[in-house]
């Protein structure tokens, strides 16, 4: 059973960091680029960076540019994304992703969107 | 970046009743177009892959169409289960990737 596992999130006042981390198993992890997405209280989706199957190429909406990091280690098998300067828009569910695609197809890191989400870790940022 | 417009944003229906969503596009996106269901506290699930293939595991009542800039999904009959919201995403203009508003379903 493929399956995602996010932790780290936590309330922090505006302008600090959080780490989130994401656990995978069920497939084989390196072979897929992976996404952070949110969902602000009562909103709608919303995707927020991603990275390729191994690590070479990395994506973030503008929203987040700047602040955020998204990472990954192959060996460990996890998923991280770095959060600093944070906001108080930033509160909200953050889910990890898997894409569809698999590199083990054909080489290259192609977008084919998200085939498997998480359950969501909370994040809310507060004064 | 590429807009993805979805109507309606609520609708009612009963058991049994066939439920149609809409999703239009900025620009002309083909047939990237993915769909999902979420229900409260979960993480979204993919039904439906590239406009009208259906993800493994999802049930034959649900069904995508359309290519270019309109998108249509369809419940061909609404079960008690399938009460969520429904999102259409578009990934042929990346980054990024982006949702439509969703369409909230519930029982009548």
């Known amino acids: 059973q493929v399956l995602l596992v996010e932790s780290g999130g936590g309330v922090v006042q505006p302008g600090r960091s959080l780490r989130l981390s994401c656990a995978p198993s069920?497939?084989?992890?390196?072979?897929?680029?992976m996404h952070w997405l949110r969902q602000a209280p009562g909103k709608g989706l919303e995707w927020v960076a991603h990275?390729?199957?191994?690590?070479?190429?990395?994506y973030l909406a503008d929203s987040v540019r700047g602040r955020f990091t998204i990472s990954r280690d192959n060996f460990q098998n996890t998923l991280f994304l770095q959060m600093d300067s944070l906001r108080l828009e930033d509160t909200a569910v953050y889910f990890c992703?898997?894409?569809?695609?698999?590199?083990?197809?054909?080489?290259?890191?192609?977008?084919?969107?998200?085939?498997?989400w998480g359950q969501g870790t909370t994040v809310i940022v507060s004064s | 970046d590429t807009q993805m417009t979805q109507s309606p944003s609520s609708l009612s229906a009963s058991v049994g009743d066939r439920v149609t969503l809409t999703c239009q596009a900025s620009?002309?996106?083909?047939?990237?177009v993915n769909w999902y269901q979420q229900k409260p506290g979960k993480g979204p699930k993919l039904l439906i892959h590239?406009?009208?293939n259906l993800a493994a595991g999802v049930p034959s009542r649900f069904s995508g169409s359309g290519s270019g800039t309109d998108f249509t999904f369809t419940i061909s009959s609404l079960e008690p289960e399938d009460i969520a919201t429904y999102y259409c995403?578009?990934?042929?203009?990346?980054?990024?990737?982006?949702f439509g508003g969703g369409t909230k379903v519930d029982l009548k």
């Open positions: 990275i390729s199957y191994d690590g070479t190429k990395e």
């Open positions: 069920g497939f084989t992890f390196k072979n897929h680029g």
């Open positions: 995403q578009q990934y042929a203009d990346f980054p990024p990737l982006t």
């Open positions: 992703a898997k894409d569809r695609f698999s590199s083990s197809w054909w080489g290259g890191d192609y977008i084919y969107g998200m085939d498997v």
């Open positions: 620009q002309d996106i083909s047939h990237y």
């Open positions: 590239g406009a009208s």
